[in-house]
Nanobody, 115 residues
Framework: QVQVEESGGGLAQAGGSLRLSCAGS?????????MGWYRQPPGNQRELVAF???????KYGDSVKGRFTISRDGGKNVVYLQMNSLKPEDTAVYYC????????WGQGTQVTVSS
């Protein structure tokens, strides 16, 4: 069984910063392939924020390029999302995922950006 646990998030003002962390644990979480984040704004579908593969390939969603940075501590199965220059439209529930042969999801953490 794999557990995915997010931390961070909360409330920020437009132009501010927040940092999310996500840790994968469990025997099957050793050397996951991809780790990353999706988000689901109110009333909208879930969308890719960023992911990073086990060999360091990174992909960002178009709306966060240049503002968000994903990084990974592979030895600890931990992934971070540094969010800068936040905008009200970044308000969403952010979900961490981890992929081995199956994709596992965290419970989500709320990020709210006020104007």
């Amino acid at each position: 069984q794999v557990q995915v646990e997010e931390s961070g998030g909360g409330l920020a003002q437009a132009g501010g910063s927040l940092r999310l962390s996500c840790a994968g644990s469990g025997r099957s979480a050793v050397l996951p392939k991809d780790m990353g984040w999706y988000r689901q704004p109110p009333g909208n579908q879930r969308e890719l924020v960023a992911f990073i593969s086990s060999d360091g390939i990174i992909k960002y969603g178009d709306s966060v390029k240049g503002r968000f940075t994903i990084s990974r501590d592979g030895g600890k199965n931990v992934v971070y999302l540094q969010m800068n220059s936040l905008k009200p439209e970044d308000t969403a529930v952010y979900y961490c995922f981890l992929t081995t042969s199956t994709t596992y999801w965290g419970q989500g953490t709320q990020v709210t950006v006020s104007s």
